[in-house]
């Protein structure tokens, strides 16, 4: 599609710029202002090309009401990337670095119809069962657990430190890892996400979930896992691999990235410490303005169709931009006149976030005990300093440097008056590991000191 002549230029350092060719998604510059982008993408109407890595290409619906229509109408736009017709074609190789988050694997997210259905409600139902004070105690246990590995230092990043970490160490313990597999589930995760030999990261997480299972069918607990299992969809060993993996994998990483979206929205804007804390209120603006997953629900069209006068073929990837729906002109009108959650930041229809209300209360649980442990928490580094990690499909931060006034002794560390803290685990420096096994493996013995 050509761009018109009164069209606005592409943001500087766009590699589109006067071209009026496909715009880029996954540069430095698209990270640092993805806003300005997003502006520029609205004058091709409410669909635009776009590339989401060299050679892949897209199209990303950044109008609300369009993104609706997609998301709503399931028998149009399918789900099953084995539709995607420039991966079938070849142009697109498993190597990609976008391929791991958009080929097909067998799980209800890349399921359609009866089999969408079945794997759904399996999922919707096991995730029912997570009672609000277990998610509560376990968060607060783990927050502490992480906090103690940095009070004592007065300073932390509180992405690596604390919020990259508690949702894995949370879904560990909901999940009902033990110590050996819990430590290969947390280094596969973030492995794939950080692309730190993301191949073999994958390999060891589906081979420690598979491991989960077999462990689960001889001995069952009250843990999502077991749920699943007894779930009476009677899923496969096969289909509960790929189920929890989905649940492990693209959980944890939209978490991660919504509450070191919500700390960095919490220490930017100074109302909401004058106005006295309003995490939830912090967490709803982030939700509307700064969305953990910026881009992503692939579709498919199963015939060539017009997406709001935009044309598609069938087999073409569609992606729907839930930041630039959020802050377009038809929903920043409902959001003032009070619709406070009516944004598309869990997206909507029939594969909308799962676990929406687990989300939302792990983070207001993990931000709040951060900032009751450490009430004078700012950031170290001016706000214009800080980077977002590039991609087509998260909204990150890189980092997010914090100082605070050291605290000593057991305060923050989230377990019964009177422990002491195991020797590896002092506070006067990162956490470290004993020399058999990793993280979560330390996080239990720490529990049990």
């Known amino acids: 599609m050509d761009a018109h002549d009164t069209a606005p230029l592409p943001p500087p350092g766009c590699p589109a710029h006067g071209s009026g060719g496909r715009v880029p998604l996954y540069g430095p510059e698209f990270a640092a202002a993805p806003q300005e982008y997003y502006e520029y993408l609205r004058h091709f109407g409410p669909a635009a090309p776009v590339e989401l890595a060299p050679g892949v290409e897209a199209t990303l619906v950044t109008d609300y009401a369009a993104a609706l229509q997609l998301l709503q109408d399931s028998g149009t736009y399918r789900k099953d990337a084995r539709r995607w017709r420039a991966y079938n074609e070849g142009k697109i190789g498993p190597d990609n670095p976008v391929a791991p988050l958009l080929a097909y694997r067998p799980n209800c997210m890349f399921a359609d119809g009866a089999d969408h259905l079945r794997l759904r409600q399996a999922v919707t139902d096991s995730m029912a069962r997570v009672d609000t004070r277990r998610l509560s105690r376990s968060t607060e246990q783990i927050s502490g657990y992480l906090i103690s590995q940095f009070a004592a230092r007065g300073s932390a990043d509180l992405l690596g430190d604390y919020a990259k970490q508690l949702p894995l160490f949370v879904f560990n313990e909901l999940f009902g890892c033990p110590a050996g597999i819990g430590d290969r589930v947390l280094f596969g995760i973030s492995g794939m996400f950080d692309g730190v030999n993301a191949e073999k990261a994958t390999e060891v997480l589906f081979q420690a979930v598979g491991e989960l299972v077999a462990l689960k069918r001889s001995r069952p607990g009250e843990d999502v896992t077991s749920w699943l299992m007894q779930h009476q969809s009677a899923l496969t060993d096969e289909e509960m691999v790929h189920q929890l993996a989905l649940l492990l994998g693209a959980g944890a990483e939209p978490l991660r990235n919504l509450i070191g979206n919500t700390l960095h929205r919490l220490l930017t804007h100074e109302r909401y410490a004058r106005e006295g804390g309003l995490i939830d209120e912090a967490l709803d603006d982030t939700l509307w303005e700064n969305p953990p997953m910026s881009n992503y629900a ?55 976030c799962p676990s929406k209300e687990p989300a939302r209360h792990i983070t207001v649980t993990a931000v709040e005990n951060l900032l009751n442990e450490l009430p004078d928490l700012e950031l170290a580094v001016p706000e214009d300093s800080l980077t977002w990690r590039p991609g087509p499909f998260n909204r990150a931060l890189a980092n997010l440097p914090a100082r605070f006034t050291p605290v000593r002794g057991d305060r923050g560390t989230g377990r019964p008056t009177g422990d002491a803290a195991p020797a590896q685990h002092s506070a006067s420096g990162p956490a470290r590991a004993p020399e058999r096994g990793g993280m979560w493996s330390s996080f239990l013995n720490w529990l049990t000191r």
Request: neutral net charge; glycine residues 10%.
């Open 298 to 352: 692939p579709h498919y069209p199963a015939a060539d169709v017009e997406l709001a006068g935009h044309p598609l073929r069938a087999g073409d990837l569609v992606l729907v931009s839930f930041a630039a729906a959020n802050t377009g002109p038809a929903l920043q009108a409902a959001r003032q006149a009070g619709s406070n959650r009516a944004h598309l930041a869990w997206s909507a229809g029939p594969h909308a």
